[in-house]
C-alpha cells in the first residue's frame, strides 16, 4: 500500500445508507490528500438520502449525477405530481427519499447541487461515470440518459472504449451480471462495476474501491461487517457473449 502518494478512491452507489458510509470511509481512512469520488445514485432506497447527500455536498467531494438524481429533478419539472415519472420514482425508492427530509420539501441548495453534478469525471487514466456509455459514440455525443441508465449495450462490448482509460461505473448490481457473486466487482472490456447492491438483500455490500493501491473496502449493510481485499480476488471477468442486448429501442 502507498504510505506517501495521495489516494484516490471511488465509493459506488450509497442509496440512502449514510451509517454504512460512515462505517466504511472509516475502514478506509481517507487524509485531506486523498481524492474520493462518488459514482452517483447517493439518494432513494436506503433510509438516509439526505443525511448522505449532506455529507458529500458538506465535504466537496466530486459526485456524479446518477439516475436516482435525475429522475428527481425530472419530477421537478412536471407540475402533474401524480405523473407517471413520479410514481416510477417513488416506487424505485423515492418515497425513503421524502421521508429523509421529514416530508419537507427538499432544499433548494441540494437541488442546485444536483442539478450542477457531472455525468462523468475524467482522472486520465480512469474515466468516472455513472452508469457506461453508448459504445458507437464518441464522448462528446453521450447524453445524460445514456450516461445515466445504460446497461447490457455498453457491458457487452468486446473491446475497450478508450485505448488508455479504464471506465469505472456504479449504477448495475454486479451480481446481475453473468458468473458475478453477491459482493463481487465486475470487470468487463475497460471497465470495472462496483456497484455491489448495498441497499438489496441478496447483497447488501457498499463498496469503495482505492484504485492506487488496487484495494477494496466492503461494508455489508445487513451484516454489519468489513471487509478489505485486492481488488485481483475481488473482481469477477465477465464474458460479454453472454450479456443479453435488447435492441429494439
Given at each position: 500500500?502507498?504510505?506517501?502518494n495521495?489516494r484516490?478512491?471511488v465509493?459506488?452507489?450509497v442509496?440512502?445508507?449514510?451509517?454504512?458510509?460512515?462505517?466504511?470511509?472509516?475502514?478506509?481512512?481517507?487524509?485531506?490528500?486523498?481524492?474520493?469520488y462518488?459514482?452517483?445514485?447517493?439518494?432513494?432506497r436506503g433510509?438516509?438520502?439526505?443525511q448522505?447527500?449532506?455529507?458529500?455536498k458538506?465535504?466537496n467531494?466530486?459526485c456524479l449525477?446518477?439516475?436516482?438524481?435525475?429522475?428527481?429533478?425530472?419530477?421537478?419539472t412536471?407540475?402533474?405530481t401524480s405523473?407517471p415519472?413520479?410514481?416510477a420514482?417513488?416506487?424505485?425508492?423515492?418515497?425513503?427519499?421524502?421521508?429523509?427530509?421529514?416530508e419537507?420539501?427538499i432544499p433548494?441548495?441540494?437541488?442546485?447541487?444536483?442539478?450542477a453534478?457531472?455525468?462523468y469525471?475524467?482522472?486520465?487514466d480512469i474515466?468516472?461515470?455513472?452508469?457506461?456509455?453508448?459504445?458507437?459514440k464518441?464522448?462528446?455525443?453521450?447524453t445524460a440518459?445514456?450516461?445515466?441508465?445504460?446497461?447490457?449495450?455498453?457491458?457487452?462490448?468486446?473491446?475497450?472504449y478508450?485505448?488508455d482509460k479504464?471506465?469505472?461505473?456504479?449504477h448495475t448490481i454486479?451480481?446481475?451480471?453473468?458468473?458475478?457473486?453477491?459482493?463481487?466487482?465486475?470487470?468487463?472490456?475497460?471497465?470495472?462495476?462496483?456497484?455491489?447492491?448495498?441497499?438489496?438483500?441478496?447483497?447488501?455490500?457498499?463498496?469503495?474501491?482505492?484504485?492506487?493501491n488496487?484495494l477494496?473496502?466492503?461494508?455489508?449493510?445487513?451484516?454489519?461487517c468489513?471487509r478489505?481485499l485486492p481488488?485481483?480476488?475481488?473482481?469477477i471477468?465477465?464474458?460479454p457473449?453472454?450479456?443479453k442486448?435488447?435492441?429494439?429501442?
Open positions: 500500500m502507498s504510505e506517501t495521495p484516490r478512491i465509493i459506488g452507489d442509496h440512502g445508507h449514510y451509517e454504512g458510509l460512515m462505517t466504511l470511509l472509516e475502514a478506509i481512512a481517507p487524509t485531506s490528500d486523498d481524492q474520493v462518488f459514482l452517483g445514485d447517493l439518494i432513494d433510509p438516509h438520502s439526505a448522505v447527500v449532506n455529507f458529500v458538506r465535504n467531494y466530486p449525477l446518477g439516475n436516482h438524481e435525475q429522475m428527481l429533478l425530472s419530477i421537478l412536471d407540475e402533474k405523473s415519472r413520479m410514481q420514482w417513488l416506487y424505485s425508492g423515492g418515497q425513503a427519499t421524502v421521508a429523509s427530509y421529514h419537507a420539501p433548494d441548495d441540494h437541488l442546485d447541487w444536483f442539478r453534478l457531472p455525468t469525471i475524467d482522472l486520465g474515466w468516472l461515470t455513472h452508469a457506461g456509455v453508448d459504445p458507437s464518441p464522448v462528446i455525443e453521450q440518459d445514456q450516461l445515466c441508465w445504460i446497461r447490457e449495450e455498453f457491458h457487452s462490448i468486446s473491446k475497450p478508450f485505448p479504464q471506465i469505472i461505473i456504479g454486479t451480481f446481475t451480471l453473468p458468473g458475478v457473486s453477491p459482493g463481487q466487482l465486475a470487470q468487463g472490456q475497460g471497465w470495472l462495476g462496483i456497484d455491489t447492491g448495498a441497499y438489496h438483500p441478496r447483497s447488501g455490500w457498499l463498496t469503495g474501491l482505492d484504485i492506487t488496487n477494496v473496502y466492503q461494508v455489508n449493510i445487513f451484516r454489519n468489513l478489505a481488488l485481483k480476488d475481488a473482481a471477468a465477465v464474458d457473449t453472454k450479456i442486448v435488447d435492441r429494439r429501442n
